[in-house]
């Protein structure tokens, strides 16, 4: 049987919670400061739609915006930048390249040596923390 895209969508809305799957799915933003937060610690943050490693924990930090912050996403993420015009505004748009969920924005004011901020929605994560 050959899936379909509605077959897909069904699957992500069992899959994820409502808001995951706003954000994820429907390119939603979550509520700045709505996010609780992840466990203290290395890991590596994955897509909550197909779990592919996006970012490192240490490549976190505190931005003060309301949503989680990166300076960069892992050397071999499938991360897809791509320009968004939506809202009136001129962006990149951050989407996971395994399975298209959109996970936040990414803007050239960021502190560490990239410059760059990676403004990803929590929910659009889940937080792998390093064993051992
Ligand atoms: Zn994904």
């Known amino acids: 049987m050959t ?5 897909r969508d069904s699957a992500w809305r069992a899959k994820l919670s409502p808001l995951a799957y706003a954000v994820t799915r429907q390119a939603a933003t979550e509520p700045p400061f709505s996010h ?4 203290p610690g290395a890991g590596t943050f994955a897509c909550v739609c197909c779990g592919a490693p996006l970012f490192a924990a240490d490549a976190k ?4 915006c309301g949503w989680p912050a990166f300076s960069a996403p892992l050397p071999d993420a499938p991360v897809h930048e791509m320009r968004d015009t939506s ?3 001129i962006r990149t748009e951050v989407r996971c390249a395994a399975c298209a969920a959109h996970l936040g924005h990414v803007f050239d004011d960021g502190p560490g040596p990239t410059g760059l901020r990676y403004c990803i929605n929590g929910v659009a994560l889940d937080f792998k923390p390093d064993k051992g």
Not at 3 to 7: C, L
Not at 61 to 64: Q, V
Request: overall charge negative; proline content about 6%.
């Open 3 to 7: 899936q379909t895209p509605k077959d």
């Open 36 to 39: 609780a937060g992840f466990a």
């Open 61 to 64: 930090f505190e931005s003060g």
């Open 87 to 89: 809202h009136g505004m």
